[in-house]
């Protein structure tokens, strides 16, 4: 072969690999995603992050999710809206954040008195729970997945001692989703607060008690600082976050690419739920060890009854103001009752005749 014939080639060769590549280019898709919580935000802000990542590593670099944080986009609690206009493909919150839009969208985050994060999640894959959100989302042309599960969220961290309804009468309390509408029902003052006003908003007097999540997360926010008095959980036994997406972004999407997303948003939300279980347990353990100061309590008997009975009181309600409320609430209550036979008979049996054997 000739030099000028062997020149030729390579040219040639170069080009095909150069047309290759604008092809492959040209095909990838690029998505932003804005979420709730602020830059480098533990544990919630991590759903995220590995979501992204699992998407560019199955795609081979053929489908890229940028994130962006509360800090960037200014809007905390704006996320739905934002999904919604298609100015963001994606979005990381919690659907509870949106009940002022619909009143349902709280559901799909957790009940007072509910399920536990595993009969949750059988719900939603199992129980018909992804068929009810997608009913309550679609019509604002959004679709909804679970983003990541806090498992059992504390009851809050208070500067008084909470004993009695009297106790909760004017109480200035950040606490959103249903609950809030549960203590608004006895004489609290309920009200919503992004994550990174929270310490201020205490510190301040702004607010008076507030829950936020669990040991995994309340440590590195400093309330035992200001609130010593940390309560046990009934508002949220399962708390999962949303994955939310433009559904005709979606539906633009090649075939491959909308599998490899809800794989990726599926494998995310378990790995949260996972490491949230380690790091409420890592951190219980330092604020027992370091900051006797915190009395961890639960509400009186007499109370909790009160609240429980408020909480179902106001259920009722709202289910017969609402149809499609009352078909969700349905099929949570039902789905529970059945699988809460099984968790009584495998969870709850074993903690009560476990006995652990002192070293």
């Known amino acids: 072969m000739s030099k000028s014939t062997l020149l030729t080639a390579v040219i040639i060769v170069s080009v095909i690999f150069s047309n290759l590549a604008q092809a492959s280019e040209s095909k990838r898709v690029m998505w932003r995603l804005a979420e709730t919580w602020g830059p480098n935000f533990p544990i919630f802000g991590d759903a995220s992050k590995n979501m992204a990542e699992m998407v560019k590593e199955m ?9 962006d944080s509360a800090n960037k986009h ?19 919150s919690a659907s ?56 059992n969220q504390m009851g809050g961290w208070f500067k008084k001692e909470i004993n009695t309804v009297e106790d909760l009468k004017g109480l200035k309390m950040r606490i959103p989703g249903f609950a809030g509408e549960v203590l608004a029902r ?17 510190e301040r007097n702004t607010i008076d008690a507030l829950e936020w999540v669990g040991p995994s997360l309340d440590l590195r926010m400093g309330f035992h600082k200001i609130a010593p008095f940390y309560y046990t959980g009934w508002h949220e036994p399962a708390t999962e976050l949303q994955f939310m997406v433009n559904k005709k972004a979606f539906e633009k999407l090649p075939r491959d690419l909308q599998h490899i997303l809800k794989v990726a948003m599926k494998a995310a939300a378990y790995d949260m739920y996972a490491q949230s279980m380690h790091e409420n347990g890592k951190n219980l353990a330092q604020i027992q060890d370091e900051y006797p100061n915190v009395q961890i309590r639960s509400f009186p008997k007499g109370l909790m009854s009160k609240i429980q009975m408020a909480n179902a009181e106001l259920l009722q309600e709202f289910a017969a103001k609402d149809p499609l409320t009352k078909e969700i609430l349905d099929s949570i209550y039902e789905y529970e009752s059945q699988v809460r036979a099984w968790t009584n008979f495998s969870d709850r049996a074993y903690l009560e005749n476990f006995d652990p054997i002192e070293d």
């Open 186 to 202: 006895l004489g609290a003052k309920p009200t919503n607060i992004p994550s990174g006003e929270l310490y201020t908003a205490l």
């Open 96 to 151: 509870y954040y949106w009940k002022g839009k619909n009143f349902n969208t709280q559901f799909f985050t957790t009940v007072p008195f509910g399920m536990t994060a595993p009969e949750q999640y059988a719900w939603f894959y199992y129980g018909g729970g992804m068929e009810l959100m997608e009913k309550v989302y679609n019509q604002y042309g959004i679709l909804s997945f679970p983003g990541g599960n806090t498992g």
């Open 59 to 67: 795609s081979n670099g053929r489908f890229i999710i940028r994130i």
């Open 74 to 92: 200014k809007s905390a609690l704006g996320i739905f809206d934002f999904v919604k206009s298609g100015q963001y493909q994606m979005g990381h």
